[in-house]
T-cell receptor
Framework: KQEVTQIPAALSVPEGENLVLNCSFTDSAIYNLQWFRQDPGKGLTSLLLIQSSQREQTSGRLNASLDKSSGRSTLYIAASQPGDSATYLCAVSGSARQLTFGSGTQLTVLP | IAGITQAPTSQILAAGRRMTLRCTQDMRHNAMYWYRQDLGLGLRLIHYSNTAGTTGKGEVPDGYSVSRANTDDFPLTLASAVPSQTSVYFC???????????FGPGTRLTVL
């Protein structure tokens, strides 16, 4: 059974810092990996999708990497802003194309 | 509408009552999903449907049922609600490659 772990569970940083969120998964036979953002009381918004054949994806200040062999992904956020404060969720999709989620990292960016 | 809508937004329910959570998408996605989100446990898959007319069980299906009569609608029914079903429920859909997933705004359900 696929298990997804995210570390740290919570992170607080001052505005302007670059930061890295970590995600690990136990079964490397994945179809793809997605990073989502969730604001309090809201649904999930997809940030980046990395196919299993890719190593990284970038969107603006966000960069996600994937190392399938080691079962790891990182989400890099450059020049963090208070508006980046949210919970970030990592999810992997396996052969059945269903998502397995980590518990998330709650990020607070202090002004 | 654009994307996925869920109803109701929130509900307080007495234990033992029957409840149906509604989900509608307008993206013509074949695959749809129901997840529950609990503090410290992340999102867990309850049921899914790969196409209209078919459904399957996810990680935590007990106490829930679903139907998929058409492409757009995927209701989730709690036949006899119990307090452990207090949670936030998210409906999702995905495209033909089941690569990109889209989520609804969620239904916050409290069972007393």
């Amino acid at each position: 059974k696929q298990e997804v772990t995210q570390i740290p569970a919570a992170l607080s940083v001052p505005e302007g810092e670059n930061l890295v969120l970590n995600c690990s998964f136990t079964d490397s036979a994945i179809y793809n990996l997605q990073w989502f953002r969730q604001d309090p009381g809201k649904g999930l918004t997809s940030l980046l999708l990395i196919q299993s054949s890719q190593r990284e994806q970038t969107s603006g200040r966000l960069n996600a990497s994937l190392d399938k062999s080691s079962g790891r992904s990182t989400l890099y956020i450059a020049a963090s802003q208070p508006g980046d404060s949210a919970t970030y969720l990592c999810a992997v999709s396996g052969s059945a194309r269903q998502l397995t989620f980590g518990s998330g990292t709650q990020l607070t960016v202090l002004p | 509408i654009a994307g996925i809508t869920q109803a109701p937004t929130s509900q307080i329910l007495a234990a033992g009552r029957r409840m149906t959570l509604r989900c509608t998408q307008d993206m013509r996605h074949n695959a749809m999903y129901w997840y529950r989100q609990d503090l410290g446990l992340g999102l867990r898959l309850i049921h899914y449907s790969n196409t209209a007319g078919t459904t399957g069980k996810g990680e935590v299906p007990d106490g829930y049922s679903v139907s998929r009569a058409n492409t757009d609608d995927f209701p989730l029914t709690l036949a006899s609600a119990v307090p452990s079903q207090t949670s936030v429920y998210f409906c999702a859909s995905s495209d033909s490659d089941r690569a990109s997933f889209f989520f609804g705004p969620g239904t916050r359900l409290t069972v007393l």
